[in-house]
């Protein structure tokens, strides 16, 4: 392990000598990369399933208009447009642009990326747009004129922030609720809003009262206007660290007041009820329940509650939205999804029913509702159904009417002929079974060359879901596609992830290296076909398995990574991920952290694969040091390794499908190449043979 780190100057994400060594790296890899014979002509296939101007334009409503935002090869950046149902219906919609991200970029040479819009109800006539400089998690936001098609100006009292890690929410015409960069003490040390003000219109932020603050400490705090007619209220949520949060109810001129769920608890106020989805036991309801009550009720002290679910070894709550009356239920059984309608009942309890067929090893998931009263249809819920090797179908339903609607079909982006999907279970180091899915070759001689995929963490659950870019990159080509539904994950609630929570993370580490052992003893592939990729804290568990288990694999991808375990807390948003990794500066939690951290794990001696980083120097969660680090760690033991920087496009690693097509078909080129007999580089020792 190092020592002392001599890599530190490349964690100056705009620094001379790093940005210097950034280009020297890029260029190696784009020159080699980039000269293989089929890269042009993936890059070309990847560009047109982005761009695909068939694909569904997935909305929400906002009264009678149906909005989206819309990205194709006319528009790069991206249009924010809107369009009618009937119209929606209809095979090519009469769509009304908003705002024309393009020309607003050309016209102020600023590379703007939409970062999304909040529309002031009632009425639906002004907007806060917040748009986000080549990617970054930091916006700024602006008061847009929706019937004029304008922003507001400054001198016309138009609210406008500059760009921050900003949270905005509408009170009134005259009144926003703001959290941003005002100044010392106005952030946390994740570098998120840490106080919250009732901002007027035409007067100066700084001198608008706070309403709501939380510790520097703190990940953040949040405020909002709830104006749902009946039940305006404003509330807030103080985040202490990723699982634990404090909910609050904001009365003018009093303390906010405490709404007493448990702090590792899920909570959302809808109308007059509080929903509270549990992460850990509590009123004798397990873990993963959701509970319903009256707000006011609760408030004044009452627990009375009505269970909306109960979670079973198998089958979890993934999620759930609301219509005006209804709630709908998004579950997962091993994987695949269900969902539910809950209706109130006049008397008291809610009744369920199953809402239509969903096919095998699919997913389910609601898009869009109606938002409040003032919408066309308050009880509607748009739902897409997808799966690995099914398109995806947009369906529309009305909370107690009868049937479902079908609104659009995605089109087919490869062809399936020749393809099945399976789901296997691995036996991790503990006993533990591990799910995971496999798409491949449904007639399979030998080992083939396979891209295993994984995340594991913040409770984010793998699902089932159609991507034509791995179906002509990877599955039309004659290879398999694995994910990994490994512990860190949501896949069965909160337990699966607390257990590799922490100092506990090895064991979702043990669960990705026992589905690659189980990929080769099933003889679907070979270590030295075996692939593995993953982004954010997914490139953290590929690149632990770089250092932790080489011989598994004979190429290895981590894009925009946490790689540095000592360091992460202290670059950009690192702090707010301690509740989940451990603090590098409490020695206990510093032990387990350097005992896996890919950067501090690499070994000259012991070898490994080839690895590709992949990072985007606007990437402000997660920072590009640690992509940087390792690469440069790397050439220094004489590791193979390719490196490649976006200059822009944030911590999705591209800021537009051109971006996006480039980076995705460098990665798939240094995969294929690498995997495949036809593109074969020599074996690195640990898989020869093998």
Not at 183 to 211: H, I, M
Not at 296 to 317: I, K, N, Q, Y
Not at 479 to 499: C, K, L, Q, S, T
Not at 628 to 647: D, I, Q, S
Request: with cysteine; hydrophobic share 40%.
């Amino acid at each position: 392990m190092i020592e002392d780190d001599p890599y530190l100057w490349l964690e100056e994400i705009e620094g001379d000598a790093a940005l210097g060594w950034v280009r020297e790296r890029n260029a190696e890899t784009v020159a080699e990369l980039t000269a293989d014979p089929g890269f042009e002509g993936l890059r070309e296939e990847i560009r047109e399933v982005l761009s695909d101007p068939a694909r569904i334009p997935y909305v929400v409503r906002r009264g009678p208009h149906l909005y989206n935002f819309w990205r194709d090869a006319s528009h790069l950046r991206g249009v924010w447009r809107r369009t009618t149902l009937d119209q929606y219906r209809g095979p090519s919609p009469r769509w009304e642009t908003v705002l024309d991200v393009d020309e607003l970029a050309a016209a102020e040479g600023v590379p703007w990326v939409w970062a999304g819009a909040s529309v002031l109800r009632p009425g639906l006539r002004r907007a806060l747009v917040e748009l986000s400089r080549d990617g970054a998690d930091a916006t700024e936001v602006r008061e847009y004129d929706v019937e004029g098609r304008r922003f507001v100006g400054e001198d016309e009292g138009g609210f406008r922030l500059p760009a921050a890690k900003t949270s905005v929410s509408w009170i009134d015409e005259a009144h926003v609720l703001v959290g941003t960069d005002t100044g010392p003490g106005s952030l946390t040390t994740s570098g998120y809003p840490r106080t919250v003000r009732r901002w007027r219109r035409g007067t100066p932020l700084d001198e608008a009262p706070v309403v709501f603050e939380g510790r520097e400490e703190d990940v953040s705090v949040h405020a909002w206007h709830d104006p749902t007619p009946g039940h305006e209220r404003q509330l807030a949520v103080r985040n202490r660290d990723f699982w634990h949060s404090e909910y609050f109810l904001l009365v003018p001129d009093a303390a906010p007041v405490r709404i007493e769920v448990p702090d590792d608890a899920l909570a959302e106020v809808h109308r007059e009820w509080l929903l509270v989805q549990l992460r850990s036991p509590w009123l004798g309801r397990p873990a993963g329940a959701l509970l319903a009550f009256s707000f006011d009720a609760f408030l004044r002290g009452g627990r009375e509650h009505d269970v909306l679910f109960t979670p079973d070894e198998r089958t979890v709550l993934d999620g759930f939205a609301t219509t005006r009356r209804h709630i709908v239920l998004e579950t997962l059984t091993d994987v695949s999804s269900r969902l539910h309608l809950l209706s109130p009942n006049e008397g008291g309890g809610w009744s369920r029913s199953a809402l239509g067929e969903v096919p095998p090893l699919s997913t389910a998931g609601v898009t869009a509702t109606a938002a409040t009263e003032e919408d066309e249809d308050a009880e509607e819920f748009l739902f897409s159904v997808s799966g690995y090797l099914q398109p995806a179908t947009l369906c529309r339903a009305v909370a107690g009417a009868p049937g479902t609607e079908t609104l659009k079909r995605a089109p087919s982006g490869f062809a399936t002929e020749g393809l099945r999907v399976r789901q296997h279970f691995a036996v991790s180091a503990d006993g533990t079974r591990v799910p995971y899915f496999v798409v491949g070759p449904q007639q399979q001689e030998g080992p083939v060359p396979t891209l295993l995929y994984g995340y594991g963490g913040f409770e984010v659950s793998l699902t089932p879901s159609y991507s034509a870019v791995t179906g002509r990159t990877w599955l039309r080509r004659g290879g398999a596609h694995v994910v990994a539904n490994i512990r860190g994950g949501g896949e069965y609630g909160p337990a699966w992830h607390r257990a590799a929570l922490g100092a506990e993370r090895k064991r979702a580490f043990e669960d990705f290296a026992a589905v690659a052992r189980d990929l080769v003893a099933r003889g679907i592939t070979a270590p030295r076909r075996l692939g593995i990729a993953g982004g954010s804290n997914g490139g953290l568990l590929t690149g632990v398995m770089l250092t932790r288990h080489p011989e598994l694999f004979g190429a290895v991808v981590a894009e925009v990574p946490l790689l540095d375990m000592v360091r992460f807390h202290r670059l950009l948003a690192g702090s707010s991920w301690v509740a989940e990794y451990g603090d590098p500066e409490n020695p206990k939690d510093r032990s387990h952290l350097l005992d896996w951290s890919p950067y501090h794990n690499l070994d000259a001696d012991r070898g490994c694969p080839p690895l590709l980083l992949t990072t985007s120097t606007r990437d402000d969660r997660v920072h590009p040091g640690h992509a940087r680090k390792m690469a440069a760690r790397m050439r220094e033991l004489g590791l193979p390794v390719h490196y490649f920087e976006n200059t822009g496009g944030g911590h999705a690693g591209a800021a537009d499908h051109e971006q996006a097509a480039y980076v995705e078909a460098l990665v798939h080129t240094f995969l294929w190449r690498t995997l495949s007999d036809e593109g074969r580089v020599p074996d690195w020792p640990g898989t020869a043979g093998s």
